[in-house]
């Protein structure tokens, strides 16, 4: 399999990481505009080239990973459906040219695979299973956080895509999460939501929202988002009458309550589970191997994407309606 990678930052290094975990013998191609980038994919084994076009002219491919700033995204993805390749695309943010590229993609017969890693995680799987198999009215509070300069330790926050408004930090943590909020507890039928500027970060967003979410089925959810906790966090919990859950955004803290024996009791969904030392403790890169492999399965037909430009559209909505909301 020949694949090329758009974007050689971080995100790009980690797919083409995780390629070579599924697919050894994988072939790997990248473009990025900054040199320094080039050199550093040409020593992990990673063609360079400077533009798509370069790299398309110089060999074929069997799929592309988009891997820039989402705001890039739309031109991005354009760019490698006229080449005729396969794409699987990260975390848009923005809607932009949506219908469009969903069009040329279905006219192409290309698969168009949107990332949404959540959808992946072997807990909010189990959480929506448990929810479903419950059948009853239920309520969640959760609240996700973290401080904004550590999600990249390595560069200023003001020097990559969480510092434009429109791809902002915590619309970002919306992007990621309300994804499996609507696919474990359905579509949102009304929104009410506060926001703040509680730092001194040189960000021209809000940087803390307290949202509620009314769920078509009845579920009533609390949703807090901020990039201002000194601490990541990623604390979940959904109850109702007979059904209480824990989630602290690990394997390891996941949690149901035993009412007879009044006290919680681990849910254990990965066998054995991989952390980068790099990020937060409940970033798990099975999740990411997981969604590769889904896409991979697409590729021949035989399994269905989780998520759609479709679905996303939705979210996106829905997002802006938060944000213009107060």
Request: glycine share 8%.
């Amino acid at each position: 399999m020949n694949i090329l990678i758009v974007g050689l930052g971080s995100m790009g290094k980690r797919r083409a990481r995780l390629i070579r975990q599924i697919q050894p013998e994988a072939a790997l191609s990248g473009v990025d505009l900054a040199p320094a980038r080039r050199a550093e994919a040409q020593g992990l084994g990673i063609m360079p080239f400077e533009s798509i076009e370069a790299a398309v002219a110089a060999q074929g491919f069997d799929a592309a990973f988009v891997c820039t700033a989402p705001i890039t995204h739309a031109g991005v993805i354009d760019t490698l459906l006229d080449a005729g390749l396969p794409v699987f695309t990260e975390l848009n943010l923005v809607d932009d040219g949506y219908d469009a590229l969903s069009a040329k993609a279905a006219a192409k017969k290309l698969p168009l695979f949107l990332s949404s890693t959540m959808l992946y995680r072997g807990e909010t799987q189990y959480i929506k299973q448990q929810v479903a198999a419950f059948g009853k009215p239920v309520n969640y509070l959760y609240h996700i956080g973290q401080y904004l300069p550590d999600w990249h330790p390595w560069e200023n926050y003001k020097n990559f895509f969480v510092g434009d408004r429109r791809t902002g930090g915590v619309r970002e943590i919306f992007g990621i999460d309300l994804p499996w909020l609507l696919d474990a507890f359905g579509p949102v039928t009304a929104v009410t939501a506060q926001k703040d500027k509680l730092s001194g970060l040189e960000i021209e967003y809000p940087d803390s929202y307290f949202v509620l979410l009314r769920h078509e089925n009845g579920t009533k959810g609390m949703l807090a988002a901020d990039v201002v906790s000194p601490k990541a966090v990623r604390n979940f919990e959904v109850f109702g009458e007979g059904l209480h859950l824990f989630w602290e955004g690990n394997p390891k803290s996941l949690y149901r309550y035993d009412a007879a024996e009044k006290q919680k009791v681990p849910v254990r969904t990965y066998e054995r589970f991989e952390h980068n030392a790099r990020y937060s403790d409940n970033i798990v890169e099975n999740a990411y191997v997981d969604e590769i492999a889904n896409f991979f399965g697409v590729l021949k037909g035989e399994e269905a994407p989780r998520w759609s430009f479709e679905k996303d559209k939705a979210v996106i909505w829905l997002i802006e309606q938060i944000e213009a909301d107060s």
